[in-house]
């Protein structure tokens, strides 16, 4: 309990003693600025008090005067002066119950914002919570607003879209940074191999291999292969003789062999260079059909299409392949982060057309900037039908968290000298009914 010396201004002379103690630890915590604003409130205690105590004297004064037989005027002026201290008395008892024990005394319903400090923030929750974050209310302010067409305007501006683009790679390159490496990786790889191995691949292929040789389109890598292997067999014909010599029988004689080799490597050459210059080979034909048929084999044959999957099941195993599937992730976060640094990279060049665009848009096309705000609307309607208990409970728990002490202080310091004008304003009010009660008395006989 805080208890003060003596009067009913006895806050004003132990304002020293206030700032002398040291502020809380409270989030609410009593600061050097909010003293600076009680030496305000002290002056205006004092004005207050200086009041009273000259209605006090002109009350003893006129008093004596009457007495004296001084004239009527001094029962009128002492009875202005009587209403005067009464006002005056009755606002300073007032004033000061909200925030303390007048003189100390334990009067039910006073230090009012101390004791009721909690019962004050449930209060201002509930309040919040009904009047601002209702759904009906959320949705006509936005509704006014017009908050699609104004982001609309605002993003058609190029020094706008630019900022918003800088912005948004400046977030990018954070999360990116944040992001560990060998967690994404072991991610992405997970997800590419579970997606590969749900999903059957051969029909695909066989669709896509049909497709390819329907319009020639592999026509061009036969007749590179024709064109590397004609190369090849040019540069390395002695080692394709040696090859067909060593794999003659031991009992013919050597020079028969080399014959051998010679013949095989000259047809070996002459079929490579036909199939090469002559686009209507019959070996060319007989590749077409070949793979004609695998794609459809690829398609509708059960055995070749269980075979790719194990094949596919086989390659995604490897080691090396899932090193280069976790590997990706580093390449492409690399390739991210250097287009986010850099102002003229064809990703931040796009975002910023792509935002100019959609600004221009929604300044103009009165749909979509319905679209938006409905979706704005729903998100906000969302957030407070789900989230009002937290939200108000914040404001409930914040004010629980106070010191009651540091509280009431600081709300004093902050309004507490527009108080001393009830005060004020008490006085001369009461003095000047006093003044009318007694006219009005006399002016009926009494």
């Known amino acids: 309990m805080e208890r003060t010396r003596s009067g009913p201004d006895a806050e004003a002379a132990a304002g020293a003693d206030t700032a002398a103690r040291t ?6 915590a009593y600061t050097a600025a909010d003293e600076e604003k009680r030496r305000g409130v002290r002056r205006m205690k004092a004005t207050a008090t200086g009041l009273l105590l000259l209605v006090a004297v002109i009350f003893g004064l006129a008093t004596w005067a009457d007495r004296s037989g001084a004239g009527a005027w001094a029962g009128y002026v002492a009875a202005a002066a009587e209403a005067g201290m009464v006002g005056a008395l009755a606002d300073w008892f007032a004033v000061t119950a909200l925030f303390r024990r007048p003189l100390g005394l334990p009067i039910p319903h006073t230090a009012i914002i101390q004791n009721k400090k909690d019962q004050f923030g ?10 601002f974050l209702s759904t009906a209310v959320v949705r006509t302010r936005l509704q006014a607003l017009g908050i699609g067409r104004r982001l609309g305007t605002w993003l ?15 977030a990018l390159r954070g999360a990116l940074t944040v992001l560990r490496d060998s967690d994404v990786q072991a991610v992405v790889g997970e997800a590419i191999t579970r997606r590969a191995d749900a999903a059957e691949i051969a029909p695909g292929l066989g669709k896509a291999l049909e497709k390819i040789v329907a319009d020639g389109s592999h026509r061009k890598a036969v ?6 292997a004609h190369d090849w067999l040019v540069l390395h014909g002695d080692s394709v003789m040696d090859a067909v010599q060593g794999g003659a029988p031991g009992w013919t004689p050597r020079f028969v062999d080399r014959k051998v080799g010679e013949r095989v490597y000259k047809e070996l050459l002459r079929f490579i260079t036909e199939m090469r210059d002559m686009p209507a080979h019959p070996a060319r034909g007989a590749l077409d059909r070949f ?25 995604l195993a490897r080691a090396e392949v899932q090193d280069i599937i976790a590997s990706a992730w580093s390449s ?12 003229h990279s064809e990703l931040r060049l796009r975002a910023r057309a792509s935002l100019l665009s959609l600004g221009t848009r929604l300044s103009t096309d009165d749909r979509l900037q319905s679209k938006v705000d409905g979706w704005l609307e729903d998100a906000a309607a969302y957030v407070v039908s789900t989230y009002r208990a937290e939200i108000t409970s914040l404001i409930t728990d914040t004010v629980a968290s106070w010191d009651a002490n540091d509280t009431s202080r600081k709300i004093e310091a902050n309004i507490g000298r527009d108080l001393q004008f009830i005060r004020i304003n008490g006085t001369v009010v009461g003095a000047l009914a006093g003044l009318l009660i007694y006219t009005v008395s006399h002016a009926l006989g009494g």
């Not at 502020?23 to 609410?28: A, W």
């Not at 058609?156 to 400046?170: C, D, G, K, M, W």
């Open 23 to 28: 502020p809380r630890s409270s989030p609410f």
């Open 122 to 131: 449930a209060t201002l929750g509930s309040f919040v919570g009904e009047n």
């Open 156 to 170: 058609a501006e190029p020094e706008h879209a630019e900022r918003v683009t800088s912005e948004l790679a400046t």
């Open 223 to 228: 007749d590179l292969v024709c064109v590397r």
């Open 291 to 315: 793979l004609a048929d695998f794609a459809a084999d690829l398609q509708s044959d059960s055995e070749t299409r269980t075979r790719v999957e194990r094949f596919k099941s086989e390659i």
């Open 332 to 343: 492409v976060r690399s390739m991210i982060i250097a287009a986010a640094e850099d102002d």
